[in-house]
């Protein structure tokens, strides 16, 4: 017997967080090789904000994705893995909250799992990624653009 491929769907990225994204690197990445041909700095110095960028970015940025397990909704943001019991979400609703969360647009969805835990995402395909979580939670209820219970 098989096993089904869980959904994985990824987040939507706004073109100026995009942007933004690639230039922290690419700026660093100047100061690197303006270290490298003076000799103003050594190299290993210049070379630090853009390894600090690669950690970053490893450990934090990328790939951010929403994977719809078979127990769980599993929010991947670099090496981190958040884990939401399906029977545990309350709630999913459109929200533009600007606070730092694992979603790469400010186009995102607020999931409500209990009184403390909540996190917003921004899957790409948003329509898609409701009905995959609406059929795996039969307690929510479309209501509008949100899912309830």
């Given at each position: 017997?098989?096993?089904?491929?869980?959904?994985?769907?990824?987040?939507?990225?706004?073109?100026?967080?995009?942007?933004?994204?690639?230039?922290?690197p690419v700026v660093a990445m100047g100061g690197t090789l303006?270290?490298?041909?003076?000799?103003?700095?050594?190299?290993?110095?210049?070379?630090?904000?853009?390894?600090?960028?690669?950690?970053?970015?490893?450990?934090?940025?990328?790939?951010?994705?929403?994977?719809?397990?078979?127990?769980?909704?599993?929010?991947?943001?670099?090496?981190?893995?958040?884990?939401?019991?399906?029977?545990?979400?309350?709630?999913?609703?459109?929200?533009?909250?600007?606070?730092?969360?694992?979603?790469?647009?400010?186009?995102?969805?607020?999931?409500?799992?209990?009184?403390?835990?909540?996190?917003?995402?921004?899957?790409?395909?948003?329509?898609?990624?409701?009905?995959?979580?609406?059929?795996?939670?039969?307690?929510?209820?479309?209501?509008g653009d949100a899912l309830r219970s």
């Amino acid at each position: 017997m098989s096993a089904e491929t869980p959904p994985r769907f990824p987040s939507r990225v706004d073109p100026w967080i995009g942007v933004l994204l690639v230039l922290g690197p690419v700026v660093a990445m100047g100061g690197t090789l303006a270290a490298a041909v003076t000799d103003d700095a050594p190299l290993w110095f210049a070379a630090g904000p853009l390894a600090l960028f690669g950690v970053l970015y490893t450990l934090l940025v990328w790939p951010v994705d929403y994977t719809l397990g078979p127990e769980t909704l599993i929010v991947r943001f670099g090496l981190i893995r958040l884990r939401l019991p399906y029977a545990e979400i309350r709630s999913v609703e459109p929200t533009a909250d600007i606070r730092s969360s694992p979603a790469l647009s400010l186009e995102r969805l607020r999931v409500e799992a209990g009184p403390r835990r909540s996190v917003n995402i921004s899957p790409a395909d948003r329509a898609a990624f409701m009905a995959a979580l609406a059929a795996r939670c039969p307690h929510l209820r479309p209501v509008g653009d949100a899912l309830r219970s």
